[in-house]
C-alpha cells in the first residue's frame, strides 16, 4: 500500500476522473466477451477517409457532407491494434496516405512498415511545413492525398486524417493529450467542444477532398473516443465500449472511378528526427 500514489488518486477522485481505475476494469471484461468489427479490406470502396478517433454519434450530429451514413463497429478501439487487424499482408493496388505516425518507414518500432504492405506510401506527419501543436493539419494529409491519386490514378487509397483526434486545433484550441488535457483540469464540457470543432475543421477539408475524387469514396474512423462516458476519457487497446467502436460510416456515389495511366514515382524521400517522431507519438497520447 505504500507504493500508491494517494495523492494523484486522491486528486483524480475530486475531479470525477476515474479512467485509471476502470480502464482495467472494463478490459478485464473485454477479455471474456468475443469482439468482432467490420473490416474496411472486405467492404468496397475506391477511396477510403480514415478519421482518427472519430465516434459515431458526434459525427452524425456535425457532418454536413452529402452521402448514405450508417453505422459501424470497428474492429479496435486504438490505431495500433485497427492497424495490426486491418492490413496483414500486401496489398499490390492499395496506397496509404497517413498523419499518424504509428505507419512509419523510419526504422523506429512503428505498428506498421508501410514498405511491407503497400505499393505506394505518404507520411506527411515527417513534414514540418503543415503541423500545429506537432500534429499534422488536414491541409497536409490532402496535399498529399491529391499526389497519391496523381502517381496511382489506377489504384484504391486510403487516406488517413489525424483529425478529431486531439491535440485539438480547431476553433477551441487546446495543446496535449486527451487525457492530460482533463488531468490538467480542462472541463469536459471544454473538451467535447474542442473535439467537434476538430471534427469539423478536418470535415471541411475532407469535403474540399472529395469534390477532386472520382468513384466510391468512404468516410469512417479508425475507433472512437471517450469524453467522460462511464467514467472513462481517451480509448485504450481492448477498450471496447460503444463510444470506441461506433463508427460512422458515409458512403459518397460519383462518376466511376477512372483506370488509366500507371505509378509514376513512389513517394519522395523525406527527412525525419526520432526524436521528433517520439514527441509526436507521446503528444497524440501514445506511450508506447
Known amino acids: 500500500m505504500s507504493d500508491l500514489n494517494w495523492s494523484e488518486i486522491i486528486s483524480n477522485v475530486r475531479k470525477r476522473n476515474f479512467s485509471p481505475f476502470l480502464q482495467p476494469i472494463y478490459k478485464a471484461a473485454f477479455r471474456i466477451l468475443p469482439h468482432k468489427g467490420n473490416n474496411v479490406l472486405e467492404e468496397d470502396w475506391d477511396y477510403l477517409i480514415v478519421l482518427d478517433a472519430c465516434r459515431y454519434d458526434i459525427f452524425e450530429q456535425v457532418n454536413t457532407i452529402e452521402g ?4 459501424k463497429t470497428s474492429v479496435a478501439s486504438t490505431t495500433p491494434e485497427w492497424l495490426e487487424k486491418t492490413f496483414s499482408g500486401f496489398y499490390e493496388d492499395l496506397v496509404y496516405v497517413s498523419a499518424n505516425p504509428h505507419v512509419s518507414d523510419t526504422g523506429m518500432d512503428s505498428t506498421l512498415n508501410p514498405n511491407e504492405h503497400f505499393s505506394d506510401y505518404y507520411l506527411p506527419f515527417l513534414r514540418e511545413d503543415c503541423k500545429e501543436f506537432g ?30 483526434h486531439a491535440p485539438y486545433i480547431g476553433d477551441k484550441k487546446l495543446d496535449g493529450s486527451l487525457y492530460e488535457l482533463y488531468s490538467d483540469g480542462v472541463s469536459r464540457e471544454e473538451l467535447r467542444k474542442a ?35 462511464k467514467g472513462v476519457y481517451a480509448h485504450g487497446r481492448g477498450l471496447y465500449l460503444k463510444e470506441l467502436v461506433e463508427v460512422p460510416w458515409l ?6 472511378k477512372r483506370e488509366s495511366g500507371t505509378s509514376t514515382s513512389l ?18 497520447g501514445y506511450g508506447e
Open 267 to 284: 513517394k519522395e524521400d523525406q527527412d525525419y528526427n526520432e526524436e521528433d517522431i517520439k514527441d509526436q507519438l507521446a503528444n497524440l
Open 195 to 229: 473535439y467537434r470543432d476538430n471534427l469539423e475543421r478536418v470535415l471541411d477539408e475532407v469535403e474540399d477532398l472529395i469534390e477532386d475524387l472520382e468513384g466510391k469514396i468512404v468516410v469512417t474512423a479508425d475507433h472512437g473516443e471517450m469524453l467522460g462516458e
Open 135 to 164: 500534429v499534422v493539419v488536414p491541409e497536409g494529409v490532402s496535399e498529399d492525398a491529391r499526389k497519391a491519386i496523381s502517381n496511382n490514378p489506377d489504384k484504391k487509397a486510403v487516406f488517413h486524417y489525424m483529425q478529431p
Open 68 to 71: 448514405s451514413l450508417e453505422k
Open 251 to 256: 458512403v459518397i456515389e460519383k462518376d466511376e
